[in-house]
């Protein structure tokens, strides 16, 4: 499985951006999808997570309602629409393929392919 990450930049404080992860390879070997971030001198945090075969999804409480994760099957494509920025949403933002099935995985290591990462800074 091959993942690309792809969207981010700079935004003001309050406004939107939309971040893509594109899927490759063997992709129906895919359980879920999770995005996590990365901000400068803290550790890898999770973000959201969604089902790649159905709707569920999972959020971490510092961007629910705010952020909303979404995936078209026909793309094999995962999104994170991110409203609201804030300075503190700052960060190297990561999708990553979940192989297994079960509940949601939040951490770094229930997940088993990454993408490169996509900068996201949120400054007026």
């Known amino acids: 499985v091959q993942l690309q990450a792809s969207g981010g930049g700079l935004v003001q404080p309050g406004n939107s951006l939309r971040l893509s992860c594109a899927a490759s390879g063997r992709t129906f070997s895919i359980y879920n999808v999770g995005w996590f971030r990365q901000a400068p001198g803290k550790e890898r945090e999770f973000v959201a997570a969604?089902?790649?075969?159905?709707?569920?999804?999972y959020y971490a409480d510092s961007v629910k309602g705010r952020f909303t994760i979404s995936r078209d099957r026909a793309k094999y494509a995962v999104y994170l629409e991110m409203n609201s920025l804030k300075p503190e949403d700052t960060a190297v933002y990561y999708c990553a393929a979940d192989l297994t099935q079960g509940l949601f995985r939040t951490v770094e290591h229930g997940y088993h392919y990454w993408g490169q990462g996509t900068l996201v800074t949120v400054s007026s």
């Open positions: 969604i089902r790649w075969s159905g709707v569920l999804t």
